[in-house]
C-alpha cells in the first residue's frame, strides 16, 4: 500500500488529529492515518483504490486545508 504524505493546515490540537484521522479513517481501503498538528503533517497508508482527492476532500470536509 502507498504511503502518501500531505501538509494540512488548521490542526492546532490533538483534537484536530483525531478529527482528521477519524474523517480520513472513514474511507474504504484506508488501512491507518498518523496527523500531527505540531508539523501540520498528515500520513495516510491507503491501497491505490483511494484517490489522493478523496483523501483531500475528506480532510477539507473535516474543516482543514490541505496545502500540498
Known amino acids: 500500500m502507498p504511503i502518501r504524505n500531505l501538509t494540512v493546515t488548521g490542526m492546532s490540537c490533538e ?3 483525531s ?3 477519524d ?11 498518523i496527523a ?4 501540520d ?7 491505490d483504490v483511494v484517490a489522493r ?5 475528506a480532510i477539507e ?3 482543514y486545508e490541505v496545502t500540498d
Do not use: F, R, Y
Open 15 to 17: 483534537g484536530c488529529e
Open 19 to 21: 478529527n482528521v484521522i
Open 53 to 57: 482527492s478523496a483523501i483531500v476532500s
Open 61 to 63: 470536509g473535516a474543516g
Open 41 to 47: 503533517q498528515v500520513e495516510v497508508d491507503a491501497a
Open 36 to 39: 500531527n498538528h505540531e508539523t
Open 23 to 33: 474523517a480520513v479513517s472513514d474511507l474504504k481501503g484506508v488501512s491507518s492515518v
